[in-house]
């Protein structure tokens, strides 16, 4: 909790303290319009007063109400002001950590833990602070002031009304750990409902396609099923809590009753006191009878919390910022290893290079850990042991950046934003200008295509480019490569999933692209890298053949095995 309000920012620390004070103000204001009205009964009973001499007490009265009214707006509007900021501060610092991690932290679990913090953790955490603790403090501050003044007042009285709070207050402690536990279940159920939901969603198009798959859904029911038993039990024990503390609170209360009645009618105090004891004990409880409530708040906070604080402390790629490029180009794996953190497969021994301005294929049997290579290229994973060398620096020592900004890779699998199409080749760089979009787009021929759409280059392409062909996405995600101009391009399989018309013309493309940089390809159809200046072939995670198209054809191995597969396929 304090941890949390350390963390916040310096312009955050100031609105807390101000709606505290504003929340504060408007108590004690509600609390003077009762001593007025307490004040206007004195005097109509004991003193026998006339109307005119209550006149000034309506003023004073009329006064305090328009004052508490301004004081509530402001204290509002300050919540709403401070909730949205947190908000949007907290979801944006999330963004910009949540970028910086290896790409092997991506999986199912954690993504349906990142949607469950992002959606629903963040929100209570500003529920917290907007409406709780402000709230609270305001409470607390109020309390202590009316418990010192009604303890001046008659320190007999003062002790009655907060005989009971200790009995109520251990109620709450005593029953803190059985209701953490729960809590905990709770949301690690609600998070693995998340999961299952966003896995299942994910493959509705396959299920609709092959059908249902009975164990998966079943799966999903019964994490619902759980996550309701769970909440079920949650709920039960916080009320059983509650009531008991709340049952001291009310006793509390109804002691101050009975000792203040018998009080008055020995006289050891008078009946206006008294008044002020039912009146002023009522908001002196305030904050005991919010208790439970803020409890609740407290406790979903506080697991809340955890998880943000677990993604915000989940390590990033490191990005030292020592080594810049030295313009040397060529790419480098020594003595590389690898491993997924839940596969049986293994990278071994990686030994190659790619001298600047050259190209190398790789050739695998599917599943031999071509893609893997690429990936850590990238670095979406770190290699376990070995390096990578760009230009003869380690890739773990250039910044991210910079190491970003000098590769392109382009998948089979494109990945599209839902904007238009000029933003989406503007990806490749940010300030590109009209004219050097359009000529991107004319390298990757897809320019005549965006022509003929009605909107142009503003057209919307939907989510993941769905109002495009595979062949046209390609090619846009191509545009997106020759603008960016990076020395060093990686090609994946980039024109495997398309038909021959348009493989054709990503090929065009493709060549505009690749022109005069290091290149990395992972083909499908060995034809189109037979020229090539080396190729690698893999098998299993491990090198068993380098040479050319010439040499390699001619040696009995993998190559000469798959290149008449190949030539048999197309
Ligand atoms: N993100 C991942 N997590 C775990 N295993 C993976 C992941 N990506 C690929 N693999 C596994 O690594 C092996 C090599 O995959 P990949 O590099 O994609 O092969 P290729 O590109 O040659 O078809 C496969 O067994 C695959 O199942
Ligand atoms: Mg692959």
Not at 86 to 99: C, E, N, Y
Not at 246 to 252: C, N, R
Not at 322 to 336: A, H, L, M, Q, R
Not at 385 to 398: E, P, S, T, V
């Amino acid at each position: 909790m304090l941890e949390f309000i350390n963390s916040l920012k310096k312009s955050e620390k100031i609105r807390v303290i101000i709606n505290t004070l504003l929340w504060t103000l408007w108590s004690l204001l509600g609390i003077s319009i009762m001593l007025i009205a307490l004040k206007i009964i004195e005097l109509m009973v004991v003193n026998n007063a006339q109307v005119k001499d209550i006149y000034k007490y309506w003023v004073w009265m009329g006064a305090v109400v328009i004052i508490k009214g301004i004081c509530f707006t402001f204290a509002n509007t300050q919540s709403h002001f401070l909730g949205h900021n947190l908000l949007g501060r907290l979801r944006k610092d999330m963004i910009d950590h949540i970028k910086k991690f290896s790409l092997g932290y991506f999986n199912k679990e954690r993504i349906g833990n990142i949607s469950t913090v992002v959606h629903n953790d963040i929100d209570t955490v500003q529920v917290l602070l907007t409406d709780v603790i402000c709230r609270m403090l305001s409470d607390i501050i109020v309390t202590i002031i009316l418990g010192a003044g009604l303890f001046l007042l008659n320190w007999k009285m003062g002790v009655a009304l907060i005989i009971a709070l200790p009995f109520a207050l251990a109620t709450l402690w005593l029953g803190k750990r059985k209701e953490e536990k729960l809590q905990e279940i709770n949301s690690a159920d609600m998070s693995a409902m998340i999961s299952n939901f966003v896995e299942y969603t994910k493959g509705i198009p396959t299920i609709k396609t092959f059908g249902d798959n009975p164990s998966f859904f079943k799966k999903v029911l019964v994490s619902i099923e759980r996550f309701a038993c769970s909440s079920k039990k949650t709920s039960l024990n916080t009320a059983y809590n509650i009531g008991k503390y709340t049952l001291f609170i009310v006793l509390g209360y109804g002691i101050l009753i009975v000792y203040g009645t018998h009080l008055t009618f020995i006289k050891g105090i008078s009946l206006v006191t008294f008044g002020k004891y039912m009146m002023l004990g009522r908001e002196f409880y305030r904050p005991f009878f919010n208790g439970e409530s803020y409890w609740i708040n407290f406790i979903k906070f506080r697991d809340s919390y955890q998880r943000i604080k677990n993604v915000m402390e989940h390590p990033c790629i490191e990005s030292p910022n020592i080594t810049k490029c030295n313009g040397n180009y060529s790419v480098k794996f020594e003595n590389v290893y690898f491993e997924y953190e839940k596969n049986a497969f293994k990278l071994k021994n990686i030994n190659f290079e790619i001298a600047d301005g050259t190209t190398t294929a790789l050739v695998s049997p599917s599943g031999s850990g071509k893609s893997t290579i690429a990936n850590l290229l990238v670095r979406f994973w770190d290699v376990k042991k070995g390096n990578i060398k760009i230009g003869g620096a380690d890739i773990r020592n250039l910044e991210y950046d910079e190491l970003l900004s000098k590769l392109s890779i382009v998948l089979q699998d494109v990945m599209l934003f839902d904007d238009s199409i000029y933003e989406n080749i503007k990806v490749g760089k940010r300030n590109a200008t009209k004219e050097e979009v359009v000529e991107a787009a004319q390298k990757a021929m897809i320019h005549d295509f965006i022509m003929s759409l009605p909107k142009g280059y503003e057209t919307q392409i939907g989510e993941n480019g769905a109002r495009l062909s595979g062949g046209q996405k390609q090619r846009i995600s191509i545009a997106r490569a020759i603008i960016k101009d990076s020395p060093i391009i990686i090609l994946d399989e980039a024109t495997s999933a398309v038909d021959p018309i348009n493989e054709a013309q990503i090929q065009k493309a493709i060549n505009n692209l690749v022109k005069g940089k290091t290149l990395l390809v992972i083909a499908h159809h060995l034809k189109t890298i037979r020229n090539v200046d080396q190729i690698i072939v893999l098998k299993e995670g491990e090198i068993k053949q380098k040479g050319t198209h010439d040499e390699l054809v001619l040696q009995d191995g993998i190559y000469k095995t798959l290149w008449y597969q190949n030539a048999e396929i197309s």
